[in-house]
């Protein structure tokens, strides 16, 4: 008995000395490979790829100890089949448990998209590839694609007015397509809002959203666009053409910089409106809040003109006689502000 007793006692303590070792051993597995480093390396999880292949891949690229003790940890937590696909930014210096609920929670690498009042869609596909964050023919193809605006709720063919201006910190793996919805979630919600004030209104969604653009693109001043809104619809209310330099530049293909005489003259051009009455076909440009609600709430004036000060406001009149004399001061020896002209 008492060789059995002698027996039974090592085996535990075998036992035991084993489990402290495996467990010594297992919590070295998930330490961090490089402790106290600050370094971060691009790691990818491609879309499809299965825990054992993220798991070497991790290994080999020299940001965990042991992919053998990550497959295990994974499938014992029920993690195997969470992994989000992506772009992430990981650090050796992070535990392997820390490295895998970073991937776990997607928190992936995002690029910052700055885009600004009065941008254009073809200027936004511009800023989101050198984001890196989409091709530029790519997304102008999904900006031009009807059948895709109108599944967004936008009421026009195109995207154009609808790509909310903001600074977007946006995931690169995103499809072009993605990547719009996101621009156009962000105007959604600056148009519900806004939206309880347009219901009352006689111009319909598009009609504000188009004005708006025109606000934004005619003045920088925050405090200017309610009374250039106001500007617009009284022209409008009249039956005066808007007359308004921006928007002839939009239908310009190719433009210089150089806008002519025979510009304004142009009636093939559907945005000038110099020549058509009303406003033109849709947006040109993403107007942001300010200008929106500047048209869903303009000043209470009765201006019809206005001319640059040249310092970046405006000079405002009620009667011609009143404009011209502005233009006289403020655009000696240049050519005046045509735009507010009848």
């Known amino acids: 008995m008492r060789r059995v007793a002698i027996a039974l006692a090592l085996l535990v303590a075998v036992t035991a000395a084993g489990t402290a070792l495996g467990t010594r051993w297992l919590t070295r597995s998930l330490e961090p490979l490089s402790p106290g480093s600050s370094e971060e390396i691009p790691f990818t999880v491609e879309r499809g790829r299965g825990l054992r292949q993220v798991a070497s891949a991790l290994e080999n690229a020299g940001l965990i100890r042991s992919a053998d003790v990550v497959v295990w940890v994974a499938r014992l937590r029920g993690w195997d089949a969470t992994l989000k696909a992506g772009d992430y930014d990981l650090s050796p210096g992070s535990s392997a448990e820390e490295i895998l609920e970073k991937i776990i929670a997607g928190r992936v690498r995002t690029y910052t998209a700055v885009l600004p009042e009065g941008i254009r869609a073809s200027e936004i596909a511009e800023r989101l590839e050198a984001a890196g964050l989409a091709k530029r023919e790519a997304f102008l193809q999904v900006v031009e694609d009807a059948e895709f605006a ?10 154009e007015g609808y790509l909310y201006p903001e600074t977007y910190e946006i995931p690169g793996d995103l499809t072009a397509e993605e990547v719009a919805r996101i621009l156009v979630g962000q105007f959604d919600a600056a148009w519900a809002a806004i939206e309880p004030e347009a219901a009352g209104l006689s111009l319909s969604k598009h009609e504000i959203v188009t004005l708006a653009s025109i606000v934004e693109k005619e003045t920088a001043a925050p405090e200017e666009r309610p009374l250039i809104a106001a500007v617009f ?9 808007l007359e308004t330099d921006p928007t002839v530049i939009y239908g310009i293909p190719d433009f210089d910089g150089n806008l002519r005489r025979r510009d304004l003259r142009d009636k093939s051009n559907p945005y000038n409106t110099y020549q058509i009455a009303g406003l033109p076909p849709g947006p040109i440009a993403s107007p942001g809040a300010d200008a929106l609600r500047a048209v869903v709430k303009p000043a209470e004036t009765d201006y019809l003109y206005f001319v640059s000060r040249n310092d970046g406001t405006h000079q405002f009149s009620r009667t011609y006689r009143e404009h011209v004399n502005a233009v006289n001061r403020y655009q000696r020896g240049g050519r005046a502000n045509r735009s507010r002209n009848p």
């Open 150 to 159: 109108r599944s967004l709720g936008v009421p026009a063919d195109n995207l």
């Open 233 to 241: 619809l009284n022209r409008l209310r009249r039956g005066m053409r």
